[in-house]
Nanobody
């Protein structure tokens, strides 16, 4: 059974930093793209960042220059370093693996984590 588990969320003040981790079990993620998504109350799930199997990355315009995605294939893990956090970054963050299409920031992936809350106060 494939499981993705997020960790590292929490509450910070604007301008602060958090590092999210996503660890996979039951599935080897090294050969596939993985991504981070977020969903705020009343809004649709949106793509934040994604990283391909060879390390190529993409970011939503809203987080470029502030967030950094990385992965450690030996640990079957992916990370999201979030700096300069803003109140508008407040959302439930989800990790995902194996996109169904070639557009990495579209939330159509085969495997999803349960999500972790990130709250940024002003």
């Amino acid at each position: 059974q494939v499981q993705l588990a997020e960790s590292g969320g929490g509450s910070v003040q604007a301008g602060g930093s958090l590092r999210l981790s996503c660890t996979a079990s039951g599935y080897t993620t090294s050969g596939t793209c993985m991504g981070w998504f977020r969903q705020a109350p009343g809004k649709e799930r949106e793509g934040v960042s994604a990283i391909g199997s060879t390390g190529g990355t993409t970011y939503a315009d809203s987080v470029k220059g502030r967030f950094t995605i990385s992965r450690d294939n030996a640990k079957n893990a992916m990370y999201l370093e979030m700096n300069g956090l803003k109140p508008e970054d407040t959302a439930m963050y989800y990790c995902a693996a194996k996109p169904r299409r070639g557009t990495w920031l579209v939330p159509e992936y085969d495997y999803w984590g349960q999500g972790i809350q990130v709250t940024v106060s002003s």
